[in-house]
């Protein structure tokens, strides 16, 4: 089971001391007020690092435990080709899912309604706290990089990087919905772990991240294909062998960008309308 790791920024007085300081006094725009918030909810992150690695440990299990079994690719390269990039878009589905625990402890002590009665604008407390999930999405994704490049992984910097992009708005997408769900769920706080525990494993699974489903039978098959995560892992497997110009990367860049929408359209509407 994932576990959140909740990170404090103070009690419900110093969260709004720290939000009217970082706040312009002046006029100010959506954009000044999603950077504001973005480098508030960046904060906790840079003076506790660890969170971001302790996010990590469910992917890493998957890596270290499933990649001995896979068979090698049937031009003799590394099976880690294939399962890397899969890992990658394991980890931002994990980190991104359940971040919207940080906004549900923010209601619960009162931050979050303080937050509501400062001068920023409603749609960029969604906006820049799903900004934020960019940040520890790319430092993961680095690590597991880094991690398996000694251990026969072929490393195509530019395929990297364009997947990186790729992934930037799927993370965004996922934790706007997240966020999102903590709003809905505010009063039944079970509600938000019952609902991204159901949903994290079955769209995992049905992206193909741990195994192919080439061999599938047909309603696997068409579940896959409903599921855009599966688009999104293999553009980055693509990408990740080098391959930026392939179709599928394409179709991986359309269904993050639908994803990033839909988490944008839902979320901002449930922050706007939150009490």
């Known amino acids: 089971m994932t576990t959140a790791t909740i990170t404090e920024t103070g009690g ?15 006029r100010t725009t959506l954009l000044t007020d999603t950077v504001t918030v973005f480098v508030r909810e960046l904060r906790p992150m840079l003076r506790d690092p660890f969170s971001v690695i302790f996010s ?11 990649a001995p079994l896979l068979p090698k690719a049937d031009d003799g390269g590394s099976a880690l080709q294939w399962f890397v990039p899969g890992i990658v878009v394991m980890s931002c589905l994990f980190g991104t899912s359940m971040t ?3 906004l549900l402890f923010e209601i619960q002590t009162g931050s979050h309604e303080r937050m509501l009665v400062t001068p920023l604008r409603r749609p960029a407390l969604l906006l820049g706290r799903a900004l934020k999930e960019i940040a520890p999405t790319f430092v993961q994704a680095l690590i597991i990089v880094v991690i398996c490049v000694p251990f026969s992984f072929d490393l195509h910097v530019g395929g990297v990087l ?3 992009l790729i992934l930037s708005l799927l993370c965004v997408g996922l934790g706007a919905l997240s966020y999102a769900l903590a709003l809905a769920s505010a009063q039944q706080t079970w509600l938000f772990w019952a609902v991204q525990q159901t ?11 741990l195994l192919p489903l080439d061999d599938a039978p047909g309603w696997l098959k068409a579940l896959s294909a409903a599921n855009p995560l599966s688009y ?19 179709w991986g860049l359309l269904a993050a ?7 944008l359209v839902v979320g901002t509407r449930a922050m706007s309308r939150a009490s």
């Open 12 to 26: 419900p007085t110093d969260v709004a001391r720290e939000a009217d300081a970082d706040a312009p006094t002046g």
């Open 56 to 66: 990590m440990i469910q992917p890493l299990f998957f890596l270290a435990l499933f």
């Open 100 to 102: 919207g625990s940080n």
């Open 162 to 164: 364009v997947g990186l």
């Open 199 to 209: 949903l994290l494993f079955p769209l995992l699974l049905l992206a193909g991240v």
């Open 232 to 250: 999104v892992v293999d553009a980055e497997r693509r990408l990740f062998a080098g391959e930026v110009l392939a179709a599928d990367t394409l």
């Open 257 to 263: 960008g639908a994803v990033a929408a839909l988490g």
